[in-house]
Every structure is written in structure tokens, then in C-alpha cells.
């Protein structure tokens, strides 16, 4: 009945973005379960989307940002504030960075690296460098600068005039990056592993690839860490699978576990380029927002959750492999520790997703023909078997 209402009042009253949803409407959470008004219970293999990565009302998480929500929500960045100093510190002394920007969300943490890109030679008189090299099929957000630095038509086409300044060249190809370099170049920014796209990974051949081409040109190297990072691959940051460093890398999704917060993570030089007027945020880095990412970056070590997620990771793989074995509609299997695609041999990812739900489990679909699965952090194996018992009664069945 409460699903029939809440469908009613979204399809009068909010702007048709997401065409018909999922017909669910969850009314609370603990660790990977969920449960809807009916008291049905589903299995979030999806995670908010890379976002619930302790799960949910992780007790911890609910604890920080009660306690600060009771001292102080909001103040501005004019003043000094405790929680965001102590959140730079943690995200500095835990990554290849030294200084940190915090905003919003995705989009407006890849727009703060991208102004940032931009003024780190125009700071040093260099006025000409100011092109981006990104990949096709990326995705770095949805403002009309990040849709512009995404390499996907599709988002692109319906907005132009887009922003100036990008361009785009073919996953692991060296040889096409290296081309479309020229004078007036100043970064080249990639995920680690594309997400939105359908979970492609990047040769660590290309990677050190780029890392030299932008070491010999005088690019910067940003990473957009929005789904990579904070855990999901197994380490803290994607960048270290690769045995390579950024100049600049930005955080999102999972920073906040499920509480709005991004960030502009940059080496000293890089960072030294952002002055007093260049940039900011009314919210970005607020007391509570730093609070709950302080209090995930600590869960995740205190519940050594890098370490389950590689276990689990592996684990997963394996069954995942297993069913490949037993079913020709599974094709590539792709990814790394928690951040899963299954390519699907038809374009039955639709069907798939459905029938995973309707044995309560939440599984992701990217176009027609991929499986997406990104649990949070906490996942066991027992929830894995269950996962992989309901998706092999699914591709029968398909
Ligand atoms: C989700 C995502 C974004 C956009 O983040 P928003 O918070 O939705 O703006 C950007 N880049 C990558 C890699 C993402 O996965």
C-alpha cells in the first residue's frame, strides 16, 4: 500500500529523471540486509551505488554522526573546523597526497581537480595549457563540465555547446594517448577501473604508460577515484594496484558511507595552486559531513575491512568462475576485490536483475548485457552464497 502512494506522489510530483523505477521502497537497513514497508527482506549487492560501503546503520557510522549533529552541523569554512582539519589529516597521511579540498558530491569533486589542473599552469604563466585528456566510455560526473570530460555520447549530445577542453581516446591505447597529446595539453584524467561504464578495468601497462608520457610532457595525472576509492578494490585507493601515483585524485560515493562528501585529494605542488579565492564550497567539508567520513575511514581499519575485501573479493570471483563453467550465458567476468561486472553473452541483464530481486537480492544491470555488483565492505561469504545460489537459479531460468 505505502509503495502504491510514494509511486503516485513520485510520478506527479518529482522531474521523470529515472523513468520507472525499481518498484521498491525500503524503509530501513542493517549491514547488507534492507526491508521494505511490507517487512520483506533484500540483500544489497549494490550498495547505493559504490556509496553504503560499512552497510547500513553501521553503528559506528549512526554513532559519529549522531554525536555531531548534537554539537554542530554546520558552521562554514570561514572558521576553522575540527572534524575537516582531522579528515584532511587522515586522507593526507593515508594516500600519495599532502592536501585535501572537500565539496558535495562526484561531479563537483572532479570539477574542483579539473579547476585545479587548469590553474596549476596558469599559475606558472603557462597560459595555453588547458586541455584534458579523458577515455571514452568514462564517467566523471553530470555537471556540464564533467559531462563534457565524459567520453560518452549519449550524455553528451542532448547539452552541447559542451565545455572546451576535452578529449577523448580509446581505453588501454597508449599509442592514441600519446598522440592526441599537443602544446596545449595539461592533464590526462582516468578511473582506475570505469564504473558506470560496465566496470573495464585499465592495464597496468597503460597506466604506467600514462604516468611516463605525463612525466616527459609536464601533464598532471588525475585519477577519479569517486567509485574506486575507500576500499571498494581492496586497497584504500584504486591508483595502488598499479604501482604508479597521481598528481591529484578525487573522492566521492563511499567517503561518507552513504553521507554527502567529496574530496580533492593533491601532492603539495598541485595543490599549492588553489589560493585564497580560487575555490570553495558552502557545504563542502562541513562538521558533520567530515565526522561521518572520519568515522569510515577509522571503521574500515579497525574492522580490517581492506583485508576482507580482497578475501572476499577472491572468493567471489572463484564461484563467480564457477558459474561460468556451468552457464555459456556468462562471458567475461571483470573487476577487482568488491567492484564486480559480469558480462552477460545476450542482452539479458534486465531479466537477470528482476529475477534476482524477486528472490530478494539487489544486483545492478549496465546497459543490456552487464551484471554490476558492488555489496558493501562487510559482505561474508555466506551472503556470497547466497548470492551465487539465487544468480545461477536466475540464468537457468533466463
Ligand atoms: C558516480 C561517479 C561520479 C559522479 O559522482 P556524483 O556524486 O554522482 O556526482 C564521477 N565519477 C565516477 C567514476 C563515478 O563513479
Known sequence: MELEKVVKMDKKYYMNTFGDRTPVCFDYGKGIKLWDANGQKYFDFLGGIAVNILGHAHPA????????????IHCSSLYYIKTQAKLAKVLAENSCTNRVFFCNSG?????????????????????????????????????????????QEKYQKPLTPLTPGFKHVEINNINE????????????????IQGESGVNPLSVEFMKGVRRLCDEKDLLLVLD?????????????????????????????????????????????AAAAFE???????????????????????????????????K?????FEKLEGLKDKHSLIGEIRGKGL????????????????????????????????????????????????????????????
Open 61 to 72: 557510522l549512526v554513532r559519529a554522526i549522531c554525536k555531531q549533529a548534537e554539537k554542530l
Open 107 to 151: 561531479a563537483e569533486a572532479n570539477e574542483g581537480a579539473i579547476k585545479l589542473a587548469r590553474l596549476y599552469y596558469r599559475k606558472k604563466g603557462i597560459d595555453n595549457k588547458y586541455e584534458i585528456i579523458t577515455l571514452k566510455k568514462s564517467f566523471h560526473g553530470r555537471t556540464m563540465t564533467t559531462l563534457s570530460a565524459t567520453g
Open 177 to 192: 594517448l600519446e598522440n592526441e597529446i599537443s602544446e596545449n595539453t595539461c592533464a590526462v584524467m582516468l578511473e582506475p
Open 225 to 269: 577515484e569517486i567509485q574506486t576509492g575507500i576500499g571498494r578494490t581492496g586497497k584504500l585507493f584504486g591508483y595502488e594496484h598499479f604501482g604508479i601515483e597521481p598528481d591529484i585524485f578525487t573522492l566521492a560515493k563511499a567517503l561518507g558511507g552513504g553521507f554527502p562528501i567529496g574530496a580533492v585529494c593533491a601532492k603539495e605542488e
Open 276 to 310: 585564497p579565492g580560487d575555490h570553495g564550497s558552502t557545504f563542502g567539508g562541513n562538521p558533520l559531513a567530515c565526522a561521518a567520513a572520519l568515522s569510515v575511514m577509522e571503521t574500515i581499519e579497525k574492522e580490517e575491512l581492506l583485508a576482507n575485501c580482497t
Open 312 to 316: 572476499m573479493g577472491e572468493y567471489f
Open 339 to 398: 567492484m564486480i561486472g559480469i558480462e552477460l553473452n545476450e542482452e539479458r541483464a534486465a531479466t537477470v536483475k528482476d529475477k534476482c530481486l524477486k528472490q530478494g537480492y539487489l544486483v545492478g544491470s549496465v546497459g543490456t548485457g552487464i551484471i554490476r555488483m558492488l555489496p558493501p565492505l562487510i559482505v561474508t561469504k555466506k551472503n556470497i552464497d547466497g548470492m551465487i545460489d539465487v544468480l545461477d537459479a536466475a540464468l537457468v531460468a533466463c
